[in-house]
């Protein structure tokens, strides 16, 4: 899997370049988030812009890995989702479980809020999911 990850102080921009995963891609892909939360980066953007179809083993492991962030109090967003992987997102009712913004800038700001405070506070949030519109 070709993908990009940079650091914006507290928040990770994955950047996912390809279409179509396959088993080894995922397991790439699980280990980036369970190190990002090992060093204590718990909020993550991940880029679709790129991406024009979403195979289900991806599906399996953003579900997997917003699991792995919710557990650890934090949370992931997509950005750039094109209409066809929202389609897929919506037929799958992953679109419950994501929280999607237009842009990554604009998915680095959501976590600016008051919620994300709370997260970094150390306030116990526990399975408490970030995704709400509260900040």
Known sequence: MKFGKEIH???AVLTVAETLMRHPDVELFLGVITGLVRDGLTTVVLDLSEVKVLASPMLGAMAVSQRILWDAGGDMRLAGVTKR?????G????????????????????FRG???????????????PLRHNLC
């Open 9 to 11: 102080t507290d928040v």
């Open 85 to 89: 992987v929202e389609k897929t997102l």
């Open 91 to 110: 037929f799958t009712r992953l679109d419950d479980v994501f929280r999607s913004i237009e842009t990554v800038d604009r998915a680095i700001e959501s």
């Open 114 to 128: 008051v919620v994300a405070w709370l997260a970094r506070s150390g306030f116990p949030l526990g399975h408490w």
